[in-house]
């Protein structure tokens, strides 16, 4: 008996899409706008539909060779042409290669009557004319609302809509439908969004009197997309949507570690620096010497013939360029060279978005390999707190795809808790270098630590930062049971530190010498008692060798008189004739 074999699940079929080209949205739809159907993008006066819709036919033909037909209802050809000539594209050359066709359709309100056999079949044949004309593949209708202005009748209108859309899809061209926005629905009818198979609405705010652009994909059938609200710019290459690309977390990390240009400083990184590509935080009050270490990292990047952007919210270049000199850096030099570029702004000069775009703008010409930005805490005050911190991630994504090193300055309020400070942005950084004030004994003097460093070993020792014509220096802080000195306290207490030393030294020789003196008295000691030893010695042997003179002289005289007395010479020594004399006397 045979088994069955299971079934192989398919993979689920994929929506065709059609890629609009605009930078960013197709990230967002996940590959563009659904192809062969209509979106509807709508949006308030000066929101930048008709720029959006433009921008899309011009991406279609320059980047994937889809001609388009654009219709409008409210603007001239020659109109037209002029307004998308701000974004850099030429509609009259494309026209001519028969590449976009702009048909022009003048609708006159009072010329429109209600009638029970309106319709749009004179819309049809003419549209379709235009498309068969240069095989559009994509289509563009601006605005609806003239098309229906003179329709009150909502049954016809909604009739009509559902006819639009259907012959669109059935002539299988991707389109988009511009609509003006209503008070309490996406548009005036409130009729488009629910036949439309995507719905993108663009919208224009001003927050404390700057303007920002946003973009929403409201509906897409049959796909996943982003549903968040987007900035978006229209510059001078076209519209730029800036999603939040950092959710993957997928760049690429390089192991390569690049110095300060403060050697103490690189010493308290395991000697070598910080990682290049990564994101350094220095925080810091008022005068704390922020912008001299951005200065000297960026020195120390141009002797290294790599190029740096120094973006400065607070100062101009020349500014910058002079104060330096003060500590002894040459910042000219290198501008000349083409090593370091300044790009100096207000904050307030336009939105958070459109200083992003210019960032990116400035770091895809210039390419540096290290981007500093000074302070990056007056750039977030352009917004709020969640703006300010989404266009940071934005940033820091980039720069990490990239592969740039970022280093970015914070300015922090004294007395604020530097949690409440800083922790909505420290999270995105890699390195973290705190700069602070220390006062006491009528001064104020710097600190430095770092209170964070991912990846790599490093001090946890606090520094005393000094900032003078020769640089910048950083020195060992006193610490001991009064806690931390710094500045006068500091050499204060080396000066106390040397003078007991030298105390120290002193009592250490005195000690020293009265030792010497010490040995070398009783080394004298121990010579005068060596030599009476040596007398003593030298006088037992005088007195041995004077016994023996005389033994020997006694001994010759015994020996000379008992010659003369004619005696018998002993064959046995004297010695041995007494002890054998005494022998007998005591024998029984």
């Keep these: 008996m045979k088994t069955a074999r299971p079934r192989r699940s398919r993979p689920p079929s994929r929506l065709p899409k059609c890629p609009t080209g605009i930078q960013g949205l197709d990230e967002i739809t996940g590959g563009g706008l659904p192809r062969g159907r209509p979106t509807l993008v709508c949006g308030g006066a000066g929101c930048g539909k008709t720029l959006f819709a433009a921008e899309f036919l011009v991406r279609g033909v320059v980047q994937f060779n889809e001609p388009g037909v654009f219709m409008t209802f409210e603007e001239t050809a020659v109109e037209l042409r002029a307004n998308v000539a701000s974004l850099g594209f030429d509609l009259a050359s494309l026209e001519r290669q028969e590449k976009i066709l702009i048909d022009h359709v003048h609708v006159e309100r009072s010329e429109i009557h209600e009638t029970g056999d309106y319709d749009l079949e004179g819309l049809f044949v003419r549209l379709n004319l235009a498309i068969d004309s240069i095989g559009a593949k994509r289509v563009v209708l601006d605005t609806l609302e003239a098309l229906f202005a003179g329709l009150p009748n909502e049954a016809i209108l909604r009739a009509e809509l559902r006819r639009l859309f259907r012959w669109l899809k059935d002539k299988g061209v991707t389109a988009i439908i511009t609509a003006e926005r209503g008070r309490e629905q996406l548009t005036r009818h409130g009729m488009e969004e629910y036949v439309s198979d995507c719905v993108i609405l663009l ?10 652009r946003h973009l929403r994909v409201v509906k897409y059938r049959g796909a996943l997309h982003g549903t968040n609200e987007f900035p978006f710019l229209i510059g001078e290459k076209g519209i730029s949507v800036l999603p939040i690309t950092s959710l993957a977390l997928n760049h690429k990390v390089p192991e390569g570690r690049i110095p300060t240009g403060i050697p103490r400083l690189d010493a308290m990184l395991g000697g070598r620096g910080f990682f290049r590509g990564s994101s350094i935080l220095l925080t810091g009050t008022p005068g704390t010497g922020k912008t001299i270490v951005s200065a000297n990292f960026a020195q120390a990047a141009g002797r290294r013939g790599e190029r740096v952007l120094f973006v400065s919210f607070e100062e101009s270049p020349d500014q910058l360029i002079r104060n330096m000199l003060s500590i002894g850096l040459r910042l000219e030099p290198l501008v000349r060279r083409g090593l370091l570029r300044f790009h100096s702004a207000r904050p307030s000069l336009y939105g958070l978005e459109m200083h992003l775009a210019t960032l990116f703008k400035e770091i895809a010409t210039f390419r540096p390999h290290i981007v500093i930005v000074d302070p990056v805490t007056s750039l977030m005050e352009a917004g709020t707190d969640f703006e300010g911190k989404a266009m940071v991630t934005r940033l820091i994504d980039y720069l990490k795809a990239q592969q740039i090193t970022s280093l970015f300055t914070s300015l922090t309020q004294g007395g604020h808790a530097l949690q409440q400070s800083e922790a909505s942005m420290s999270s995105l950084m890699d390195a973290w270098l705190l700069l602070q004030d220390f006062e006491g004994n009528g ?20 520094r005393e930062f000094l900032i003078s014509n020769r640089g910048i220096d950083l020195v060992d802080a006193y610490i001991g049971p009064s806690g931390v000195l710094t500045g006068s306290a500091r050499a204060a207490q080396d000066s106390r530190e040397q003078a007991e030393a030298l105390t120290r030294q002193q009592e250490a020789g005195r000690r020293k010498q009265e030792l010497q003196r010490h040995r070398a008295s009783l080394e004298r000691q121990i010579d005068g008692l060596k030599s009476e030893h040596e007398a003593g010695t030298d006088e037992l042997r005088q007195i041995d060798e004077q016994v023996g003179v005389q033994t020997r002289l006694l001994s010759a005289e015994r020996t000379e008189l008992g010659r003369l007395r004619q005696a018998d010479v002993p064959t046995v020594p004297v010695s041995r004739r007494i002890r054998q004399t005494k022998s007998a006397q005591h024998s029984p």
């Design 203 to 212: 919208d224009h705010r001003v927050n404390n009197q700057i303007a920002t």
């Design 443 to 462: 001064e104020r003097n710097r600190v430095l630590y770092v209170l964070k460093a991912r990846g790599m070993a490093h001090s946890n020792q606090i």
